[in-house]
C-alpha cells in the first residue's frame, strides 16, 4: 500500500501535540507515581535482564530506557540503544494482562459454619494504577478485555483494576519484526480513549492529551507545543513502521474463511508442529481464560475462591466426564487460531488479535499465527 | 452480597434418590429475600459451590411455577458432584444463578410439544413436562420419549405413574438393554421410539437432551419426519466454569454453551456439530 507522508500522528483531528525534553521524562513519571503504581516497562529479573517485561516501578531508575531489541519467529534479543533512543523496543514479553486480569487472583474468601458462610470479595488493588508506554496494539488489547470483562454482568475484579486505571500509550516509532498492528487496525497509532499518548523524537516525547484527566496531568508538567521539525521527524518514522507492520495478514472476511477452512489440511500439519506449550497463550495480550480452584483450611472454617489463568491447549480445557470434544492437539490449534482471528469476531465485534506479535516472538517452534491465518484463508500466500 | 456472581447459601430440604449414582435434591435459598426474588426459566441451570471442593452446573429439574422451592437432578461423576452425593437434608451449600437460555416455550405455544430425552438428560426438561401439564390448553400435543441404558438407570421413575396414566401426555420409555430386571416395556435406543408416534411434522416442536450421540440420531430421524430444523432444539452440553461467558470453557464454535445456549435451534449449531470444534 501507498504510504502518504502526511501520515497522521493522532486519529483525532483536534490533537495538539506538546513536546517533554527528554531529559524532563522523570518529572513525568514522578508526578505520575504521586497518585498511581505506575506499571511500566523494566528490564525482567528471570531473564537476567536479557528482556524487557512490564513491573510496577519503585523508582524512575527502574524503568528500562535506552534498549533495543530485535523479534523474531522463536527469537527476541535485547541490547543497548547506541542512539540516544529510550524506548525503541517492541512489546515487552508480558503485557497490560498480567495487571489487568492477573494470573492468579483470589476472588473472594468465605468464614465456613456448620450452617452457612459469610463471602468477602477481594477489595482490588489499593492504588489505582498507571500504566507507562502501552504500545497502540496493547491498547487495544485493553479495549478488547473491556468487551469481554465489562459486559453484563461485569467482572468485579476486572472493573476495580481497569476503572480508576490511567493510560500512557505510545506510537511505535521503531517496527520490531513480528508485529503487524497496521494490517490488525489497530496502530502504530493508537485508536481513541487512551489518557495520553506519547511519540518519541530524537530530543523530546510528543505528548497528546486524549481526556480530561490526560489533560490535567500535561498541565502540571514543563511542555512547550511540537515544533514543525520534531512533528515531521514523528511523522517519517510512524509512517516507517506502517509500512513494516502491514502485508503479514489480510483480515478480509477472515472470520468467514476460517470458519469454511475448518478443514483445511494446515491443521494437520500443525498437529505435527505445534507443541501445545501454551506459551502463546501466556504472551498474548488478550487471551483471557480462566478455571477456578477452591480450598479450604484444614480446621474448614475458611474457604477461598482462586481464578488462574487457564489455557485451551491444554488436554484438560474441554474435558468433560464422559466426553473431550477437544481431545486432539490438531482440534486445540484450531480452535486457537480460529477464535482468535474469527470466531472472536462474531462473539464481541472485534478480532482478538490486535497484532502485537508476541506469540510469533515466544512460539519456541516458531509458529507464526499470520503465515498459518493466510494459509487457511487461501489466498495463495 | 455485592456481586451477582457469588453463591448464595442453599439449604437442602429434601433429598430423593433417582437411581444408584442420581439423585433430586429440594432446595431453598436461606435467605428468605434472595429466594423470593429467584426465579428460573425450564432448561436453565444454577452453579453449585461445595466450599473447598469447587463449583459445577447443574440442571434445575422441577416445576418453575413452584416457587417455595426448586430442585436440582444431580449424577455423582466428579469431586464437586461427588461431594454433594454425601450431603444430608439441613445442610447448606451455595448455589448461584439462573444461567443459560432455556427452552423456547414461546416457539411451542399452540404447537405439538416432542420432548426426546435419554439418561439424565430428562433432567432439564422435566421443568417443560410440567409447565405443559399446568398450562395444557396452550399448547397442542404433549409427547415424551424417554430411555435409558438399563431400567437402573431411568430417573423420575416416581413420576411415570402419573404420566402414563394422564390423557395430557403421549409417553413411551425404553431402555437400551435388560440387565436381568423385569421389564416389560420397549427395548432399543431412544431415537426408535419415533417409530411409536404419529408426528404432524410441521407443526411439532422437538426437545432434545441426552447424550450427544443419541442428539444427533434423533434430529436425522426428525429431519427424515419432515420436522423443519426451525423447530428442533438440542441441549448442549460442555465444560463449564463461570456461567457468564467469560472463562472460555464452554465455548463451541463462537458460541457459548453457558450463555447462547445450552439450548440452541439445530439450524445454529449445524455447522459445527460433528467438527470437533
Same mark, same amino acid.
Given at each position: 500500500?501507498?504510504?502518504?507522508?502526511?501520515?497522521?500522528?493522532?486519529?483525532?483531528?483536534?490533537?495538539?501535540?506538546?513536546?517533554?525534553?527528554?531529559?524532563?521524562?522523570?518529572?513525568?513519571?514522578?508526578?505520575?507515581?504521586?497518585?498511581?503504581?505506575?506499571?511500566?516497562?523494566?528490564?525482567?529479573? %528471570?531473564?537476567?535482564? %536479557?528482556?524487557?517485561?512490564?513491573?510496577?516501578?519503585?523508582?524512575?531508575?527502574?524503568?528500562?530506557?535506552?534498549?533495543?531489541?530485535?523479534?523474531?519467529?522463536?527469537?527476541?534479543?535485547? %541490547?543497548?540503544?547506541?542512539?540516544?533512543?529510550?524506548?525503541?523496543?517492541?512489546?515487552?514479553?508480558?503485557?497490560?494482562?498480567?495487571?489487568?486480569?492477573?494470573?492468579?487472583?483470589?476472588?473472594?474468601?468465605?468464614?465456613?459454619?456448620?450452617?452457612?458462610?459469610?463471602?468477602?470479595?477481594?477489595?482490588?488493588?489499593?492504588?489505582?494504577?498507571?500504566?507507562?508506554?502501552?504500545?497502540?496494539?496493547?491498547?487495544?488489547?485493553?479495549?478488547?478485555?473491556?468487551?469481554?470483562?465489562?459486559?453484563?454482568?461485569?467482572?468485579?475484579?476486572?472493573?476495580?483494576?481497569?476503572?480508576?486505571?490511567?493510560?500512557?500509550?505510545?506510537?511505535?516509532?521503531?517496527?520490531?519484526?513480528?508485529?503487524?498492528?497496521?494490517?490488525?487496525?489497530?496502530?502504530?497509532?493508537?485508536?481513541?480513549?487512551?489518557?495520553?499518548?506519547?511519540?518519541?523524537?530524537?530530543?523530546?516525547?510528543?505528548?497528546?492529551?486524549?481526556?480530561?484527566?490526560?489533560?490535567?496531568?500535561?498541565?502540571?508538567?514543563?511542555?512547550?507545543?511540537?515544533?514543525?521539525?520534531?512533528?515531521?521527524?514523528?511523522?517519517?518514522?510512524?509512517?516507517?513502521?506502517?509500512?513494516?507492520?502491514?502485508?503479514?495478514?489480510?483480515?478480509?472476511?477472515?472470520?468467514?474463511?476460517?470458519?469454511?477452512?475448518?478443514?483445511?489440511?494446515?491443521?494437520?500439519?500443525?498437529?505435527?508442529?505445534?507443541?501445545?506449550?501454551?506459551?502463546?497463550?501466556?504472551?498474548?495480550?488478550?487471551?483471557?481464560?480462566?478455571?477456578?480452584?477452591?480450598?479450604?483450611?484444614?480446621?474448614?472454617?475458611?474457604?477461598?475462591?482462586?481464578?488462574?489463568?487457564?489455557?485451551?491447549?491444554?488436554?484438560?480445557?474441554?474435558?468433560?466426564?464422559?466426553?473431550?470434544?477437544?481431545?486432539?492437539?490438531?482440534?486445540?490449534?484450531?480452535?486457537?487460531?480460529?477464535?482468535?482471528?474469527?470466531?472472536?469476531?462474531?462473539?464481541?465485534?472485534?478480532?482478538?488479535?490486535?497484532?502485537?506479535?508476541?506469540?510469533?516472538?515466544?512460539?519456541?517452534?516458531?509458529?507464526?499465527?499470520?503465515?498459518?491465518?493466510?494459509?487457511?484463508?487461501?489466498?495463495?500466500? | &452480597?455485592?456481586?451477582?456472581?457469588?453463591?448464595?447459601?442453599?439449604?437442602?430440604?429434601?433429598?430423593?434418590?433417582?437411581?444408584?449414582?442420581?439423585?433430586?435434591?429440594?432446595?431453598?435459598?436461606?435467605?428468605?429475600?434472595?429466594?423470593?426474588?429467584?426465579?428460573?426459566?425450564?432448561?436453565?441451570?444454577? &452453579?453449585?459451590?461445595?466450599?473447598?471442593?469447587?463449583?459445577?452446573?447443574?440442571?434445575?429439574?422441577?416445576?418453575?411455577?413452584?416457587?417455595?422451592?426448586?430442585?436440582?437432578?444431580?449424577?455423582?461423576?466428579?469431586?464437586?458432584?461427588?461431594?454433594?452425593?454425601?450431603?444430608?437434608?439441613?445442610?447448606?451449600?451455595?448455589?448461584?444463578?439462573?444461567?443459560?437460555?432455556?427452552?423456547?416455550?414461546?416457539?411451542?405455544?399452540?404447537?405439538?410439544?416432542?420432548?426426546?430425552?435419554?439418561?439424565?438428560?430428562?433432567?432439564?426438561?422435566?421443568?417443560?413436562?410440567?409447565?405443559?401439564?399446568?398450562?395444557?390448553?396452550?399448547?397442542?400435543?404433549?409427547?415424551?420419549?424417554?430411555?435409558?441404558?438399563?431400567?437402573?438407570?431411568?430417573?423420575?421413575?416416581?413420576?411415570?405413574?402419573?404420566?402414563?396414566?394422564?390423557?395430557?401426555?403421549?409417553?413411551?420409555?425404553?431402555?437400551?438393554?435388560?440387565?436381568?430386571?423385569?421389564?416389560?416395556?420397549?427395548?432399543?435406543?431412544?431415537?426408535?421410539?419415533?417409530?411409536?408416534?404419529?408426528?404432524?411434522?410441521?407443526?411439532?416442536?422437538?426437545?432434545?437432551?441426552?447424550?450427544?450421540?443419541? &442428539?444427533?440420531?434423533?434430529?436425522?430421524?426428525?429431519?427424515?419426519?419432515?420436522?423443519?430444523?426451525?423447530?428442533?432444539?438440542?441441549? &448442549?452440553?460442555?465444560?463449564?466454569?463461570?456461567?457468564?461467558?467469560?472463562?472460555?470453557?464452554?465455548?463451541?464454535?463462537?458460541?457459548?454453551?453457558?450463555?447462547?445456549?445450552?439450548?440452541?435451534?439445530?439450524?445454529?449449531?449445524?455447522?459445527?456439530?460433528?467438527?470437533?470444534?
Amino acid at each position: 500500500m501507498a504510504v502518504s507522508d502526511r501520515v497522521v500522528l493522532s486519529k483525532d483531528p483536534n490533537a495538539k501535540f506538546l513536546a517533554l525534553p527528554k531529559e524532563d521524562l522523570r518529572r513525568f513519571i514522578e508526578l505520575l507515581m504521586v497518585d498511581y503504581d505506575v506499571i511500566a516497562p523494566t528490564l525482567s529479573d %528471570q531473564v537476567k535482564g %536479557q528482556a524487557i517485561t512490564f513491573t510496577k516501578l519503585r523508582t524512575f531508575a527502574d524503568l528500562a530506557v535506552g534498549f533495543v531489541d530485535s523479534q523474531r519467529p522463536g527469537n527476541y534479543r535485547l %541490547q543497548a540503544a547506541d542512539d540516544g533512543s529510550y524506548f525503541q523496543y517492541g512489546n515487552p514479553e508480558t503485557s497490560l494482562k498480567w495487571f489487568l486480569h492477573p494470573p492468579r487472583l483470589v476472588m473472594w474468601t468465605a468464614d465456613v459454619a456448620a450452617d452457612g458462610f459469610k463471602i468477602e470479595e477481594e477489595p482490588g488493588p489499593e492504588r489505582p494504577l498507571a500504566f507507562f508506554r502501552t504500545t497502540a496494539c496493547d491498547w487495544q488489547a485493553a479495549y478488547v478485555l473491556d468487551l469481554i470483562f465489562m459486559r453484563d454482568p461485569v467482572d468485579p475484579h476486572y472493573r476495580k483494576r481497569r476503572e480508576s486505571a490511567l493510560f500512557v500509550t505510545c506510537t511505535c516509532t521503531r517496527a520490531t519484526g513480528t508485529c503487524f498492528c497496521h494490517d490488525m487496525g489497530t496502530g502504530p497509532v493508537p485508536n481513541p480513549g487512551y489518557d495520553i499518548n506519547m511519540t518519541e523524537t530524537g530530543d523530546s516525547f510528543l505528548l497528546e492529551a486524549g481526556t480530561d484527566k490526560g489533560r490535567a496531568i500535561l498541565a502540571r508538567l514543563p511542555l512547550q507545543p511540537a515544533t514543525p521539525e520534531q512533528l515531521a521527524e514523528a511523522q517519517s518514522a510512524v509512517a516507517d513502521v506502517v509500512e513494516r507492520t502491514s502485508g503479514r495478514l489480510n483480515t478480509e472476511d477472515l472470520p468467514e474463511r476460517l470458519m469454511k477452512g475448518l478443514e483445511h489440511p494446515q491443521w494437520d500439519v500443525m498437529k505435527d508442529w505445534c507443541l501445545g506449550c501454551a506459551n502463546c497463550t501466556l504472551v498474548c495480550p488478550t487471551c483471557f481464560c480462566y478455571t477456578t480452584n477452591d480450598r479450604i483450611s484444614l480446621d474448614l472454617k475458611k474457604a477461598e475462591r482462586e481464578r488462574t489463568w487457564d489455557f485451551c491447549f491444554s488436554w484438560t480445557f474441554a474435558a468433560m466426564h464422559g466426553a473431550n470434544p477437544r481431545g486432539e492437539l490438531r482440534q486445540r490449534y484450531r480452535h486457537w487460531l480460529s477464535h482468535k482471528l474469527g470466531f472472536w469476531v462474531e462473539q464481541y465485534g472485534a478480532f482478538g488479535c490486535v497484532g502485537c506479535g508476541r506469540c510469533i516472538t515466544w512460539c519456541p517452534v516458531e509458529i507464526d499465527i499470520a503465515a498459518i491465518a493466510s494459509i487457511v484463508r487461501g489466498d495463495g500466500k | &452480597m455485592t456481586s451477582p456472581l457469588l453463591p448464595y447459601e442453599a439449604v437442602i430440604k429434601d433429598i430423593r434418590q433417582e437411581t444408584y449414582d442420581t439423585a433430586t435434591y429440594t432446595f431453598a435459598f436461606k435467605d428468605p429475600a434472595a429466594h423470593a426474588e429467584y426465579s428460573f426459566r425450564p432448561g436453565q441451570f444454577n &452453579m453449585l459451590t461445595i466450599l473447598g471442593v469447587g463449583e459445577a452446573a447443574v440442571s434445575l429439574s422441577s416445576d418453575s411455577g413452584r416457587r417455595d422451592c426448586f430442585q436440582h437432578t444431580v449424577r455423582a461423576v466428579g469431586s464437586v458432584t461427588g461431594s454433594l452425593a454425601r450431603r444430608k437434608v439441613g445442610d447448606v451449600v451455595g448455589l448461584r444463578g439462573p444461567y443459560g437460555r432455556g427452552w423456547p416455550l414461546e416457539a411451542a405455544g399452540d404447537r405439538d410439544v416432542l420432548i426426546v430425552a435419554g439418561g439424565i438428560g430428562l433432567a432439564p426438561l422435566r421443568p417443560v413436562i410440567e409447565h405443559v401439564l399446568r398450562s395444557r390448553s396452550a399448547y397442542g400435543r404433549l409427547l415424551l420419549l424417554y430411555g435409558a441404558r438399563t431400567p437402573r438407570d431411568l430417573c423420575f421413575t416416581g413420576d411415570f405413574e402419573r404420566w402414563h396414566q394422564g390423557k395430557d401426555l403421549e409417553f413411551h420409555v425404553t431402555v437400551d438393554r435388560i440387565d436381568g430386571q423385569p421389564w416389560e416395556q420397549n427395548v432399543g435406543v431412544v431415537p426408535l421410539l419415533l417409530d411409536k408416534v404419529k408426528l404432524s411434522p410441521v407443526n411439532t416442536v422437538a426437545l432434545i437432551c441426552g447424550p450427544e450421540v443419541m &442428539m444427533k440420531f434423533t434430529v436425522i430421524d426428525l429431519a427424515k419426519r419432515g420436522v423443519p430444523g426451525d423447530n428442533i432444539f438440542v441441549s &448442549m452440553e460442555r465444560n463449564m466454569k463461570c456461567a457468564v461467558a467469560q472463562c472460555g470453557h464452554c465455548f463451541f464454535g463462537p458460541k457459548f454453551v453457558c450463555k447462547d445456549g445450552s439450548v440452541f435451534s439445530y439450524p445454529e449449531i449445524e455447522q459445527l456439530w460433528g467438527k470437533g470444534v
